[in-house]
């Protein structure tokens, strides 16, 4: 696909990414949105998602972002759904629906494709990969396009850790760092550096912990009242899933905060033995087979027991 193809005779375009925007969902869109501006000077071109962690104010554009969903343009001539299908756009979903032309991008095995084009690759790391993948002459990169999709690349790999990491990510990542930015950096201020107070919840987290399955499944969950304690966003939990999976022997990992009386959001994480993006489109929600999410109703031990009986299916 060149995705220059697709949009050059538009003249309004939009672009959205899931709720509760992660690191490849902010780098896939914020990097097609930069491309974008550059090659179609003449379009308005508007991008609309949650407001993205501080982190990522280091990206270039990120401050021209409309967080509200407030738009002039009721119509669009083309918008794209990045890394989701279109039920976790949120308010964007709307706009979604009323384009004239819909383009789904994403790498999410969940993911049929809902858009009347659909590049969805479950195979690819990343959305952020499939947008590098979709600017077809790749002269047309420059430094601040490459810094988004590399941050969008690093989150979803791990840093080129987990088993997404291809031949082609790492041939995509050594292009885009030849551009010159500061990629140590990068990665540290954007994936690694915690806050204080997200260090604390981690290691509440940590210590609150349960392994059950002969230690083959550990689960641990932040309440609402926690989170108010702390005064902790949804972002301020990353990262606390993979280190419950790094636990030895650990084979399901599943972190779970709440977000209203007797609902949570579910993440799940595995080593590749339990397929987890079954286990959360079995409750409603999905994701990768290492990686997936899900929100769940009822009581932290309804959720526990209701996902013990289908990852046990699979061990
Ligand atoms: P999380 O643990 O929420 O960060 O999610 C892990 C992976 O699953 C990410 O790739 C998410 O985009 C995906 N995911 C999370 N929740 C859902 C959902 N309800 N439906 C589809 N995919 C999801
Ligand atoms: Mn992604």
Redesign the pocket.
């Known amino acids: 696909m060149d995705i220059y193809e697709e949009v050059k005779s538009a003249a309004t375009i939009g672009i959205s990414g899931?709720i509760r925007p992660?690191g490849d969902c902010v780098g896939s869109v914020m990097g097609l949105y930069l491309y974008l501006k550059k090659v179609c000077p003449d379009a308005k071109i508007q991008v609309m998602i949650e407001k993205p962690a501080d982190v990522f104010s280091c990206v270039k554009g990120i401050d021209e972002i409309h967080t509200d969903f407030v738009s002039d343009v009721k119509e669009f001539d083309v918008f794209f759904a990045l890394?989701?299908a279109k039920d976790?756009l949120g308010e964007a979903e709307k706009y979604f629906d009323e384009a004239a032309k819909k383009i789904n991008i994403d790498h999410?095995i969940?993911n049929k494709g809902c858009g009347d084009v659909n590049y969805i690759m479950p195979e690819a790391s990343s959305t952020s990969e499939l947008i590098y993948d979709v600017i077809a002459d790749k002269s047309l990169l420059d430094e601040e396009i490459a810094k988004a999709l590399y941050i969008g690349i690093i989150h979803?790999t791990g840093v080129f850790q987990y088993s997404n990491t291809a031949p082609s990510t790492l041939k995509a990542a050594a292009e885009l760092i030849s551009y010159g930015f500061d990629f140590p950096k990068l990665i540290d201020k954007t994936f690694y550096e915690k806050t204080y107070l997200q260090n604390q919840i981690l290691g509440r987290a940590l210590l609150e912990s349960i392994v059950f399955m002969n230690g083959r499944c550990i689960v641990s969950m932040v309440d609402k009242k926690t989170m108010n304690f702390y005064d902790a966003e949804p972002h301020d939990l990353?990262g606390i899933?993979s280190q419950l999976r790094n636990t030895k022997g650990v084979e399901c990992a599943i972190f779970m905060y709440q977000t209203d009386t007797l609902e949570y959001?579910v993440?799940?994480r595995s080593n590749g033995k339990v397929d987890v993006a079954k286990v959360?489109a079995f409750f409603?929600?999905?994701?990768?087979v290492r990686?997936?999410?899900?929100?769940m109703q009822g009581t932290f031990h309804d959720i526990v027991n209701n996902l013990s009986a289908q990852i046990a299916e699979q061990l």
């Open positions: 899931h992660d890394d989701t976790r999410h969940s979803d990353e899933v959001k993440s799940l959360a409603g929600g999905g994701g990768h990686a997936a999410g899900v929100t």
